[in-house]
């Protein structure tokens, strides 16, 4: 994440972070995958704004910002929630949508 969103010449927006889509090689190092809902972030050179175009809420429920609904684009701000989403699961060893959380009770 830190190579799409720093070191691109045009940064890249993942959008879709969640365990299946990080994977380890042999060394155990992880890569990402399944670029399918990934943007590219455009610079206002003017405003220095981050431009995207608008999109539809797409993503894996729990790992998509609330951010994107209401903003109605993408930040590179959406793939570090998702990150801590991923390793709020890897540290409790339960998934969003375990059967342990309903009513009050979430992650």
Known sequence: MEYLHHDCETPV???NL???NVLLDEDMNAHVGDFGLAKMILQNTTSNHQLTGMIELKGS???IPLEYSLRGGVLMKGDVYSY???L???FTRKKLTDETF???LTL
């Open 88 to 90: 709020l699961e890897l």
């Open 13 to 15: 927006v993942h959008c």
């Open 18 to 20: 969640k365990p299946s």
């Open 84 to 86: 801590g989403i991923l």
């Open 102 to 104: 309903g009513g009050e």
């Open 61 to 63: 429920i729990g790992y």
